[in-house]
T-cell receptor, first 115, second 115 residues
Framework: GAGVSQSPSNKVTEKGKDVELRCDPISGHTALYWYRQSLGQGLEFLIY????????KSGLPSDRFSAERTGGSVSTLTIQRTQQEDSAVYLC?????????????FGEGSWLTVV | AQSVTQLGSHVSVSEGALVLLRCNYSSSVPPYLFWYVQYPNQGLQLLLK??????LVKGINGFEAEFKKSETSFHLTKPSAHMSDAAEYFCAVRGDTGTASKLTFGTGTRLQVTL
């Protein structure tokens, strides 16, 4: 596609349920990133992938959070047993590579509300 | 480790006035610096980036930023504000090492443009 595509764009879930957020990066981009944006916390890095491997998952806030990437393309961020503090916008981004000169392009985000 | 500090969480200017959004960085290695803009309910869009080629960087929508090593600053400016510039602006840094692939963001500055 022309840009980074995320789905769903909005998700309301009950506390304790599991959710999956999907990211489809720009075609050909080998690097993929997940960030979380919430009030009072700004933009937090969660994890990044180079191909299907995740060299840096240091930002995942707890073991309830996991992510995978298959085929070097689509990625899924899974949150198990959601809590109200998980409410945030989850942003996915991709880049042609992980080199620092490469521009990182962002999707429009998945808005998650846990009630 | 790299970090950026944005001074002023909210900035208000009159239409036609100079826009100045401040960003200072901290980095133990030569930094790569970025400014992103986020319009309401949208993802992040790259405005401009500094990758050591030139200290004055011109971006989209008439914005520019100057890298000043002596001041560890990368302030964003625009000579004349438009109503359409109202948005949130994020400064970000990446280190010049292979393992520092992620972007680290500042806390953001919300720009308000008044008539």
């Amino acid at each position: 596609g022309a840009g980074v595509s995320q789905s769903p764009s909005n998700k309301v879930t009950e506390k304790g349920k599991d959710v999956e957020l999907r990211c489809d990066p720009i075609s050909g981009h080998t690097a993929l990133y997940w960030y979380r944006q919430s009030l009072g916390q700004g933009l937090e890095f969660l994890i990044y992938f180079q191909g299907n491997s995740a060299p840096d998952k240091s930002g995942l806030p707890s073991d309830r959070f996991s992510a995978e990437r298959t085929g070097g393309s689509v990625s899924t961020l899974t949150i198990q047993r959601t809590q109200q503090e998980d409410s945030a916008v989850y942003l996915c981004a991709s880049s042609p590579g992980t080199g620092t000169r490469n521009t990182i392009y962002f999707g429009e985000g998945s808005w998650l509300t846990v009630v | 480790a790299q970090s950026v500090t944005q001074l002023g969480s909210h900035v208000s200017v009159s239409e036609g006035a100079l826009v100045l959004l401040r960003c200072n960085y901290s980095s133990s290695v030569p930094p790569y610096l970025f400014w992103y803009v986020q319009y309401p309910n949208q993802g992040l869009q790259l405005l401009l980036k500094y990758t050591s080629a030139a200290t004055l960087v011109k971006g989209i929508n008439g914005f520019e930023a100057e890298f000043k090593k002596s001041e560890t600053s990368f302030h964003l400016t625009k000579p004349s504000a438009h109503m359409s510039d109202a948005a949130e602006y994020f400064c970000a840094v990446r280190g010049d090492t292979g393992t520092a692939s992620k972007l680290t963001f500042g806390t953001g500055t919300r720009l308000q443009v008044t008539l």
